[in-house]
């Protein structure tokens, strides 16, 4: 696997990252969950870093679904509330990178405090023109399309679109993602082989890519591997292709 000849084939435009199998991480080194959280994001920064430097354009990364509220309140809290920690104590360095912030999901259960800091980071990065790092936080795709059908439903109430007029685009210019490019490839880490209620209607003609190493160990050589993997697939779009 040579560094220089995967990126000159050409990287994805946009791809999608699972973080799976921080809590396991920490596990099998006898540490609490939260230990394998804090690595996790460390691998977050390096990933992202690399990611920028080998062309990738937009990078969007499952940081909290809305199904994870369920999970102990100790670990709810944590991931709560060191990313705020986290963020302050390495801001002047993201501001003064080329990385983009933006985010996607719900914000109504997230605390103002966190609101706050996040939307700082968004609006001290909207001119950077380097990679933009998507953060799905309190993001699940059903929650997504039931937003997007509410709002599409209201509009039809007020007389401001007909039934008839609502298509594809219709539905994709109401998703969180809709000043995203289409998704090129997907790369779950820790070895489960499912989506998880994750960009499901973006995820129709992407790439998928699936590897048992866990996320903290997730690295630039693990990378290259999923990418190599997306440039051998024929991607037909639902057409054909010839064959080379």
């Known amino acids: 696997m040579n560094e220089m000849e995967i990126i000159k084939k050409g990287v994805p435009n946009h791809i999608a990252i699972i973080l799976d199998g921080n809590g396991r991480w920490a596990k099998k080194r006898l540490m609490p969950r939260t230990y394998g959280h804090l690595h996790g994001a460390n691998n977050l920064i390096n990933i992202t870093k690399y990611a920028n430097k080998i062309g990738i354009k937009y990078m969007t ?15 709810v809290n944590y991931l709560m509330k060191k990313p705020l920690a986290y963020y302050r104590k390495y801001k002047d360095n993201l ?35 380097g990679i933009n790092l998507v953060l799905a936080i309190d993001y699940g795709s ?5 937003n997007a059908t509410k709002e599409i439903a209201t509009l039809v109430k007020n007389g401001e679109m007909g039934i008839e007029e609502i298509d594809e685009k ?11 490019p289409q998704l090129d490839l997907l790369i779950r880490t820790s070895g489960e082989i499912r989506i998880s209620n994750f960009l499901l209607l ?28 997306y440039q051998k697939r024929n991607r037909r779009f639902g057409g054909l292709k010839e064959e080379k």
């Open 142 to 146: 059903l929650d997504e399309v039931k």
């Open 170 to 180: 219709t539905i994709f210019n109401h998703l969180y993602t809709k000043d995203l």
């Open 61 to 75: 990364v499952f940081c909290f679904s809305t199904e994870n509220w369920s999970r102990p309140e100790k670990e």
């Open 95 to 129: 501001f003064n990178s080329n990385v983009k912030i933006s985010t996607i999901g719900r914000r109504d259960r997230l605390a103002p405090e966190f609101l706050k800091d996040l939307d700082e980071a968004v609006e001290k990065t909207k001119d950077h023109t």
């Open 202 to 229: 973006q995820l129709g003609y992407s790439e998928l890519y699936f590897t048992d190493c866990l996320w903290p160990d997730f690295n630039e050589k693990e990378l290259l591997k999923a990418i190599e993997s």
